[in-house]
Nanobody, 125 residues
């Protein structure tokens, strides 16, 4: 079973940037899986933010982050979420998520079935 580990969270001023990374622990990796990022703000449900197909060709972004966030993967068992022009409403715990095996389906949160422990992102005004 692939276990996911997020890194890169922290505190930043509005307008700033952060890059989150996701790697796997243990003997399994996620190079053959679609991957994604979710976030959960205080008092809210976890929401789908961005996804990337197992080939890296297809990507998805929720409307509120389009043009500011970029999801990528390098097939060395690392996936990243580059976040620019951060806003206070981006404050949340961000979770790396595992999608389907060799899947191009990344348009729905239902495409993902397991998550990491999360990393905190705080954007101050």
């Amino acid at each position: 079973q692939v276990q996911l580990v997020e890194n890169g969270g922290g505190s930043v001023q509005a307008g700033g940037s952060l890059t989150l990374t996701c790697t796997s622990s243990g003997s399994s990796n996620f190079n053959n899986y679609a991957m994604g990022w979710f976030r959960q703000a205080p008092g809210e449900e976890r929401k789908y933010v961005a996804g990337i197909s197992w080939t890296g060709i297809i990507t998805y972004y929720t409307e509120s982050v389009k043009g500011r966030f970029t999801i990528s993967r390098d097939y060395k068992d690392t996936m990243s979420l580059e976040m620019n022009d951060l806003k206070t409403e981006d404050t949340a715990v961000y979770y790396c998520a595992l999608g389907g095996f060799r899947s191009d389906s990344v348009y729905s949160p239902a495409d993902f079935q397991s998550w990491g422990q999360g990393t905190h992102v705080t954007v101050a005004s």
